[in-house]
């Protein structure tokens, strides 16, 4: 079993790349001559607090409480770049780097996807491997709750996810 430590070093590794790409973001951004709603959108941070999860199959195998700690980066509305770690429901140490895209909105609610690449899981042997998830969420001023649900492919069971983060 992987320990937090490692976790947290190489989550510090994917975060501290986030935060080095995003000044390239802006500077394309800002050379498309963005918008007035994208530009106030452009600086969105969000830390990511991990969730709860529900699995379609074999539920009562997994670890339903996925505690974590990841960053998002928000350019617009619709898309951002998430990165981080938690406790993945075969209690395991995950590492996570994620795009989101919800170009579906109607006042506070989003819906899109979410897409990336996670580790630790007995998918890949544990390496690195793509995942993707229809996500929806609620925008509550500083507080975002999201859904995610990931459907069952071959061997691995799918899950519906509830999330939390802290928006500034």
């Not at 937090?4 to 800002?30: E, N, T």
């Not at 001559?33 to 529900?54: M, Q, V």
């Not at 780097?97 to 690449?117: E, K, N, T």
């Not at 042997?125 to 069952?152: K, Q, R, T, W, Y």
């Amino acid at each position: 079993m992987e320990s937090w430590p490692r976790s947290l070093v190489a989550s510090r590794l994917i975060i501290a790349l986030v935060i080095l790409v995003s000044p390239l973001a802006s500077a394309a951004q800002d050379a498309s001559g963005s918008s007035a709603e994208a530009a106030r959108d452009f600086f969105r941070w969000e830390i990511h607090f991990g969730g709860l999860s529900h699995h379609w199959r074999n539920d009562d195998e997994y670890n339903d409480t996925n505690p974590g700690l990841g960053v998002e980066y928000r350019p617009t509305a619709e898309t951002g770049v998430i990165a981080g770690f938690y406790r993945n429901s075969e209690r395991r140490d995950s590492e996570y780097l994620f795009v989101r895209y919800q170009p579906f909105h109607y006042g506070p609610f989003h819906l899109g996807a979410i897409g990336g690449v996670l580790n630790h899981y007995d998918t890949n042997n544990g390496d690195f491997a793509p995942a993707a998830m229809v996500a929806a969420s609620v925008d509550l001023g500083h507080l975002e709750i999201a859904v995610v649900a990931a459907p069952n492919v071959g061997s691995s069971d799918g899950c519906i996810s509830v999330q939390f983060g802290l928006r500034f």
